[in-house]
């Protein structure tokens, strides 16, 4: 467990830091951290502005002013992380969701309020959606088995079973507030008591359970009151929300009952349901387990208890008297206690993991058969500056983290800095990520720090079941669809290789239908690990270029519309592969014969705005063929495609339909610039793209391109001008500068002058200097060295393209639909600020 990087505010003149303000910190699926800080200057209080970051870029960090009148006590992502609750301690809650699918531009269109009444905690309703993830079956082939579906009820569905989108919370004076999203857009809000004797809550919790139920935990914060629970029920009757609740049975914490401590720990600091899902918890199914932890000014209890259905003994006499109770022994639930730590220094922080590990064995059982760790232990932050990672049942310590190695400033060497008296720098808030591969710390001066967790926990793996538990969590983040930073913190350059070999083979094995669906993640996957390797720089860009081309494929067919309606279930694109597959014809004219050309008719202004993506599929065939005599040269992208058979047939019926739609819009073909007038260049790239492609087809017998192939690629950049094709640039992110085991220190809203990183060699056009012309790379449109139009940047592959679309067809519109909400790799878009000379 080590520090990745810390980030800290610029100081500000006359500003302070409130003790008394709690912090809220969460962690989105998508890796965007939202965190509040207790800042306060004369003329503005800091405690209301709610940041918004991205781990890859964290200087980059988007303040939103919230808006809300008191400061903020929750923060709340949704499972799909698009979507943020936050709540204040004046009793206000809002949604705040991306405006034009940006990750720094947020609006809150909808949100409820309980006047007066602070918010302890806060949820999302769940949906329904459950998965669990089998350790003990990692080295299964199917994803299915790894993965499995847990039956979980919403909390409230719909009509036709869809889950009904909505919040609840907690209030200070006891009571649960319930607001539902209704399709039309309306907010649906109800408020009811907890129950009817109400108290002060000074901290609560809230799970739901697989049958729909919710269960909500709440404490006074005197560890001499009872800790209550309680089950909330939620439906909608004559278009009102209406709340049911129930007292469940209620605890004391066992430190307290103790003669000797009962006085010494007053008061009860941390209240946590261990899963807030709890369908296949760790005890008997959908039993609730709590964290408990009871603290003085000094030291800390942390207790671990479940709730479990007892039987009840019977008297004999009544079973003599009622024989149906003798058969069928009556239950009560009871809590009991699981496992309980030594006194402990004072605990400022809690985080629970978000990894559902399925566990039909005992916890420690599976743990010890697959030395599989993350996900087991939740963090516990002291006052002391340390961080422990203790395990999430048996409360013992797996790994420890000390504070007191400050890290050093990208500027500035290793000075020795003056040590400051005062409280020591603790963590008051914490969150793990949802891998539990990484964690997140926002400390009492604002800071916020970055920490890695090993997979191992310190334990000593051999190389290979490393590689096998990052391996199991990518194919994880491949089938829920998070991304998956956090793991490429912990990949070495060394096992880049090899985890995209074993990558590429476990998703072979998967179902057509399954592979087809995961076909893109994978790509996107593949490049972000090259990334890491000084070696595999240029399969980056071969890895997008492939994204590239499967997108402009699907779109182009798409376009394609077959003459007569009631046509077999074939559609024109499929029929197409099937012709160019069948027919290995080197002539371009010939293919088409085979063609019905009335389904390739198209109006031309369609034609016309379609002209930048055509252009890019015939610069990419002459790239390619033209680099084919020097395919040995790992230096120039495009190395891997003159032996994918697949991208080479894609590339193919390209080439057939641009021929096509040629005829109709001479305007629209891709422009080259020949020596010969009369030369027919589509015909001889597609008579050569065609001998490459016999070469490696998945079909026939691969083999080497003879060496006629070879000296007519050798003399195309005689006949035609060979383009400089616009790669992706290197990103500027901070992973691949990270593998070195020394943490950078970073300053909010300043990029780093950070030193360069193993992936910047000045490999061909793969570098940009700051006033060289830009790129819309997903339109191939240049925007010159300094755009006027507002752009948006991809927050991981860096790709960059404008935020208003220059042309209105329905054919343009088709193509930006593929990457409105996200960059083909998957990223998430980031407006980028206009540069100016």
Known sequence: MD???ICEWEKWPK???CPSVPLACTWSCRNLIAFTT???SDDQDLTRVI?????EHPWDVHSICSGHSEAVTCLEWDQSGSRLLSADADGQIKCWSMADHLANSWESPVGSLVEGDPIVALSWLHNGVKLALHVEKSGASSFGEKFSRVKFSPSLTLF?????????AVTVSGLVTVSLLKPSGQVLTSTESLCRLRGRVALADIAFTGGGNIVVATADGSSASPVQFYKVCVS???EKCRIDTEILPSLFMRCTTDLNRRDRLPAITHLKFLARDMSEQVCPPGHPVVLLCASSQTSSVVECWSLRKEGLPVNNIFQQLSPAVGDKQPTILKWRILSATNDLDRVSAVALPKLPISLTNTDLKVASDTQFYPGLGLALAFHDGS?????????????IFYSSAAPRSVDEPAIKRPRTTGPAVHFKAMQLSWTSLALVGIDNHGRLSMLRISPSMGHSLDAGLALRHLLFLLEYCMVTGYDWWDILLHVQPSMVQSLVEKLHEEYTRQKAELQQVLSTRILAMKASLCKLSPCAVTRVCEYHAKLFLIAASSTLKSLLRPHVLNTPDKSPGDRLTEVCAKITDVDIDKVMINLKTEEFVLDMNTLQALQQLL????????YLLASLPNQGSPLRPGHSFLRDGASLGVLRELMVVIRIWGLLKPSCLPVYTATSDTQDSMSLLFRLLTKLWICCRDEGPTSEPDEALVDECCLLPSQLLIPSLDWLPVSDGLVSRLQPKQPLRLHFGKPPALPGSATSLQLDGLIRAPGQPKMDHLRRLHLGAYPTEACKACTRCGCVTMLKSPNKTTAVKQWEQRWIKNCLCGGLWWRMPLSYP
């Open 51 to 55: 940041h918004i970051l991205d781990t």
């Open 38 to 40: 207790d800042l306060r």
């Open 3 to 5: 520090l990745a990087y």
């Open 15 to 17: 500003s302070t830091h």
């Open 615 to 622: 252009q890019w599929v015939g610069d990419f065939v002459l």
């Open 160 to 168: 036709g079973g869809k889950p009904m989108e909505g919040w609840i």
């Open 387 to 399: 961080v422990h990672i203790v395990h999430r049942l048996s409360l013992q310590t797996m790994a």
């Open 236 to 238: 909608v009757v004559n």
